[in-house]
């Protein structure tokens, strides 16, 4: 029989040895995430509303919206091809990423000559 003492040691030791897999997880995640704010703005804020902001929408629409995308039931310009480019796997990752980013107004880039 275990020590009650034991189980809190293997506990502690079971989560240092997932810490790494977990950071590097999150790591994979936001480079997967990074790849759309060329056009929806840094952490999905974009600036002006257009193309939409990402950050704080709902999960589950973010995810469909992306599976439609993928599927050609929605229509779009890029969308469609970026979409098609992941698995469904990165597309949850990409829409759980998004919505827990807090949302926000972008800042406005600098004018020339300022």
Do not use: W
């Not at 809190?8 to 990074?34: E, K």
């Not at 704010?37 to 704080?56: E, K, N, Q, R, Y």
């Not at 050609?72 to 091809?81: D, L, N, S, V, Y």
């Not at 970026?82 to 004018?111: M, N």
């Amino acid at each position: 029989m275990y020590s009650i003492h034991a189980i809190p040691a293997v506990a502690l030791a079971l989560a240092c040895a997932a810490a790494p897999a977990i950071a590097q997880d999150a790591g994979q995640t936001r480079s997967l995430a990074a790849t759309c704010t060329t056009c929806h703005g840094t952490d999905g804020i974009s600036v002006g509303g257009v193309p939409p902001s990402l950050a704080g929408q709902s999960r589950d629409y973010l995810l469909q919206q992306l599976k439609d995308y993928k599927s050609g039931k929605r229509a779009g310009t890029i969308m469609p091809q970026h979409a098609k480019g992941y698995t469904d796997e990165q597309l949850e990752r990409i829409a759980g990423y998004f919505a827990a980013v807090k949302p926000g107004t972008a800042p406005s880039a600098p004018r020339a000559g300022n």
